[in-house]
């Protein structure tokens, strides 16, 4: 028995020893392999981090921690304007590549990043996330007119609605003295108007700045999801069944805003149903002299060609403005906002130019309309250097070298390797905004314009505030002043014209009917970078200003 023992045990150990053989066999194969890449790769003597050398986790880690935007600077400031981020995730800061990666016909596609943001149905119809250029093209033609500027403007009536709703929870703000989460109040705001345009009817968060049905919630849930499982975007579809299984993460909210936008369809084709029943005309605005909005707009093209509009395209809008249309033009009215009260000069000055512009009659109280907002320089200034200094978006745009590769800032990138600009890193560019490029100065753009010549061409060329999305990334959006960029190339925000017409109506009438006062005024600007920067204290007390 003894010996039997001891037989067996021998065995046993003899097992373990070769098991332990066989993983130190694996593990320095795969350090040989990897060292042999690395020393033939063309790309080793690409400096940056030594983590990032291994995979994507050093990547993964730090993007997980919601800075992103800032420890992209400081990496390019230290290593210069190719950093390795991740095995094969170049973060470049150089205006040579938005000439060559994102410019109109480039065959740089989206990366695999773009995966985690679409459902994991390949047969479901997309626009932001869809890797497929010709397709995402072709999609975008089908409802390009209807975010035209000329479009949009005769939903001024629904943006002026939710703006007086706005005054009015800020003037009850400065009756109570109370101190407000700003960011918040503007993101309802901006949740109301696409409400409102899209559906003529207000979700109601202004009414009590609550969350109603949850959707900021599920919204944020969605992005966090999204940012993060990207960064491994073969295994989203197992992870987005186990999160939909459990109700967690970005899965959950994700099928919420799903379920709210089906809800809402069924809802208008109830309605339109019961309406025919009695005789009654379906199509057109809701109310008499209003507009139409997008939803009846999609359902009349519907209707008319079944095949060129289908429903999955209506609801693919309809679902696309809630999340384009609310958070990032939220994060964009909070920078304007905070960068004026930090910069107080910059508030005087816009309310001069206001008060000049009532003096004329050029500028309607209590609404602003949009053509009078376009005649003002200095607010046109003020927010596009708000947008320099606080894109609403904070990651690299990563995009695929196509075959033939390219060869950027003095390296070759073979085909396949991934690449991207982050905005933060553009805009915050001594080289190219000069070195107070991190402050707050919307005189920079009225000197470049009357300056002319190279000077403006270069920050115009590198300016590219990203308007997400769930459409990509924007065009040239021309005004009479200043010519505003919100983004690069052909995969462009088709919904940034709502997002402009909303702030630039807001912002006039809140800083000339109200003062504003930082809670905290000495705290840095606190953000979340879940691929929105959205800011994380902005509290204020409101007063209403004098109008003698």
Known sequence: MATSISHEGSSWNHTIRYIGWGAGIFIIAQVVVFLCRALASPLRSVPGPFLARFGRVYYFIRV???????????????????????????????????????????????????????????????????????????????????????????????????????????????????????????????????????????????????????????????LRYGTLVGIYASWHPLVFDIFSRLGLGGASGRNYLIKYVQERLEQRKAENQAAELKGIKTTGAKDEGAPMDFLEKLMIANQADPEKVTPAHVFLIGLGNIIAGSDTTAVSLSSILYNLLKYPYTMDKLRQEIADFEKQGRCGKPDVSFKQSQDMPYLQAVMKEALRVCPATGLPLWRVVPEGGVELCGHYFPAGTTVGINTWCAHYNEEVFGPDAGDFRPERWLEAEKEGGERLKNMEAYYMPVRMVFSALEPLLHTDKLDFKFGLGSRTC????????????????????????LKDPDRPWSTENNWFITPTSFRVQVRVRSQG
């Not at 960011?183 to 109301?192: E, G, T």
């Not at 088709?494 to 702030?503: A, N, Q």
């Open 64 to 222: 997980s921690l919601g800075r992103w935007e800032r420890e992209d600077i400081a990496l390019h400031r230290h290593y210069g304007p190719v950093v390795r981020v991740g095995a094969d995730l170049y973060s470049i800061d150089s205006p040579e590549v938005v000439k060559k990666v994102y410019s109109i016909g480039s065959k740089f596609t989206k990366s695999d990043w773009y995966d985690a943001w679409r459902h994991p149905d390949v047969n479901r119809l997309h626009l932001f996330p869809d890797r497929d250029m010709k397709r995402h093209a072709d999609t975008r033609r089908r409802f390009q007119a209807m975010y035209s500027m000329s479009s949009l403007v005769t939903y001024e009536g629904y943006v002026d609605e939710c703006a007086a709703i706005f005054r009015q929870r800020l003037t009850e703000f400065a009756t109570s003295g109370e101190t407000i989460d700003m960011a918040r109040w503007l993101q309802c705001y901006a949740f109301d108007v696409v409400g409102n345009i899209t559906y003529s009817t207000r979700f109601g968060f202004m009414d009590k700045g609550e969350d109603v049905a949850g959707l900021m919630k599920a919204l944020h849930s969605m």
């Open 494 to 517: 088709i919904g940034r014209h709502i997002s402009f017409l909303e702030m630039s109506k807001l912002i006039p009438q809140i800083v000339r009917d109200f003062d504003f006062e």
